[in-house]
């Protein structure tokens, strides 16, 4: 099953035009497959998709795989 962040790293061309964008190591990204994509990178992963793949929607990446919210959660 793929991860969130194997989506989002995936929809932008893979780890390797990941890291070239983000222009962080290619062992970084590999690790946020694992561990997920860390809060502050995930924000620049998102004006970088706008930018460089503007058909990339992170956000409806992100949001199409939240847990439901049950009624006792929301209350």
Do not use: F, Y
Not at 14 to 27: E, F, I, K, N, Q
């Amino acid at each position: 099953m793929l991860t969130v962040a194997d989506q989002i790293i995936d929809a932008l061309g893979g780890s390797t035009a990941v890291s070239r964008m983000m222009d962080a190591p290619l062992s970084t990204v590999h690790s946020w497959r694992k561990n997920g994509v860390p809060r502050s990178r995930l924000a620049h992963l998102r004006l970088l998709a706008s930018v460089e793949k503007p058909e990339v929607n992170i956000d409806l990446i992100v949001a199409g795989n939240a847990a439901p919210v049950t009624q006792r959660e929301a209350a």
